[in-house]
């Protein structure tokens, strides 16, 4: 038995994607991040970068059970002494809800190298329309 390593000119990467309305918050970034890493392919390899395009639709709408909306902070800091800063999130929504998005797809990626690397391949839509080529829906 050998095992398989797919060359870089072997990965094939198709574009998926999900919409945001449908799911809730949580689930739909679970969702992505499987599919942004590669998870769901038989030539999956933990130290390379096989996984595929994916576009985030409907931004604006996505789905918050309880009261995530009113209680959940964002929370940065800047470095200096009392730099802290918090943000709720249903301001964070008004203002960037692709942000919101992404910082939830952000931490369930692994952080190693190739994160950033990952996150490249995430494209997120606030509204309906968009120009990427899709070819296959994740839901």
Do not use: C
Not at 11 to 29: H, N, P, Q, V
């Amino acid at each position: 038995m050998k095992t398989f390593l797919p060359k870089t000119s072997d990965i094939k990467r198709t574009w998926y994607e999900a919409d945001a309305s449908k799911l809730s918050l949580g689930r739909l970034a679970s969702k992505v991040a499987t599919v942004l890493r590669g998870k769901h392919k038989v030539s999956f390899t933990p130290h390379m970068d096989v996984g595929d395009f994916v576009v985030v639709k409907n931004a604006q709408k996505v789905k918050l059970t309880g009261r995530k909306l009113q209680q959940k902070t964002y929370y940065r800091h800047s470095g200096y002494r009392g730099g802290i800063s918090s943000k709720k999130l249903f301001e964070r929504m008004e203002t960037e809800p692709d942000k919101v998005i992404r910082d939830a797809v952000y931490n369930m990626i692994d952080s190693n190298r190739l994160r950033k690397h990952i996150l490249r391949r995430l494209k997120i839509v606030a509204g309906d329309k968009h120009e990427f080529p899709i070819e296959k829906q994740i839901i």
